[in-house]
């Protein structure tokens, strides 16, 4: 994540709007905490997040119910982008 986030950042980009995370494991993979509050600061509740394994999709869900009552911009008094 943080070499997308850096990327993506160098070109212009100011939010994320959806997500895919691929895994080779059996079992489905969430973000994890440090990839969740980079999302938090960059996404909004209802950005998508799409979790797949080589099968192809294996459920959706969205920021906001993958981090509720994230730390994020708006906590800081600056609205996100």
């Known amino acids: 994540m ?3 986030e ?3 950042r160098a070109a212009g980009d ?4 959806e997500v895919l995370i691929l895994t080779e494991g059996k079992e ?3 973000p994890c905490g440090r990839c969740r509050q980079q999302l938090a600061e960059f996404a909004r509740p209802d950005a ?3 979790l797949c394994g080589p099968e192809g999709l294996r459920a959706t869900t969205t920021l906001g ?3 509720p ?3 994020g ?3 800081l008094g600056h609205p996100k982008p």
């Open 73 to 75: 911009p708006d906590a």
């Open 48 to 50: 998508r997040i799409h």
């Open 14 to 17: 100011r939010r994320i709007v």
């Open 28 to 30: 489905t993979c969430a």
């Open 6 to 8: 850096r990327h993506r």
């Open 2 to 4: 943080r070499g997308s």
């Open 65 to 67: 119910e993958l981090l």
């Open 69 to 71: 009552l994230a730390f």
